[in-house]
């Protein structure tokens, strides 16, 4: 069982920044692959940004490309995601998850954390 916690949400004008983390409770954290999703009010959940076990690899949606980065720093069991430029779109629950297959869209199918509510006004 892996316990997965996200900070670090809030409020924020549209074009400004905020900087989320996950914290996992597994002492085997580098042995999973991490990426997050969100959820706006009404919509499916989509995925964000993922990256490999030990962080050389990671992959964005077309959406993000160029304005979030996706981090990890196994000795803290802790995933992160940089949001710069951010827009109103991007309001939605931010939630991490963990993979022991892949980094792929689709390999999320393990552990999943709460969420964090990220807003963004306009």
């Excluded at 085997?28 to 997050?36: I, V």
């Excluded at 309001?91 to 807003?119: E, L, M, R």
Aim: charged letters at 15%; one cysteine or more; proline letters at 2%.
């Amino acid at each position: 069982q892996v316990q997965l916690v996200e900070s670090g949400g809030g409020l924020v004008q549209a074009g400004g920044s905020l900087r989320l983390s996950c914290a996992a409770s597994k002492r085997t954290f580098s042995s999973y692959c991490m990426g997050w999703f969100r959820q706006a009010p009404g919509k499916d959940r989509d995925f964000v940004a993922s990256i490999d076990w030990g962080g050389g690899g990671t992959y964005y949606a077309h959406s993000v490309k160029g304005r979030f980065t996706i981090s990890r720093d196994n000795t803290k069991n802790t995933v992160y995601l940089q949001m710069d430029s951010l827009r109103p779109e991007g309001t939605a629950v931010y939630y991490c998850a963990t993979s022991s297959t892949g980094w792929g869209i689709f390999d999320f199918q393990d552990y999943w954390g709460q969420g964090t509510q990220v807003t963004v006004s306009s």
